[in-house]
């Protein structure tokens, strides 16, 4: 774990490192990939069914945004640059 993080960033990292979920979302949408939930779900083994609630965890600490807030089908997520500290944070 990169210690250069502020507290603050250190707190988010935390937060998504205690859901298997959140982690397995990251890591999918890790190195600028623009993906829909569907897609996000499938790689990370996540029903998607849940991959709403942990898409709107990750936007609500600014992880994750979706680039196509007003499509009620198709939005694509990807993760801001702090998302990225964060992934780059994560463990294997």
Request: glycine fraction near 6%; include cysteine.
């Amino acid at each position: 774990m990169n210690n250069n993080l502020d507290d603050e960033t250190l707190k988010k990292l935390a937060y998504v490192t205690v859901s298997s979920y959140r982690v397995k979302a990251m890591k999918s949408l890790q190195d600028g990939h623009v993906k829909i939930p569907t897609n996000i779900a499938k790689e990370a083994g996540i029903r998607s069914n849940h991959i709403s609630k942990v898409l709107s965890e990750l936007k609500e600490i600014g992880a994750a945004e979706c680039i196509n807030e007003e499509a009620h089908k198709g939005r694509l997520y990807r993760l801001t640059d702090l998302g990225e500290e964060i992934s780059q944070n994560l463990e294997e």
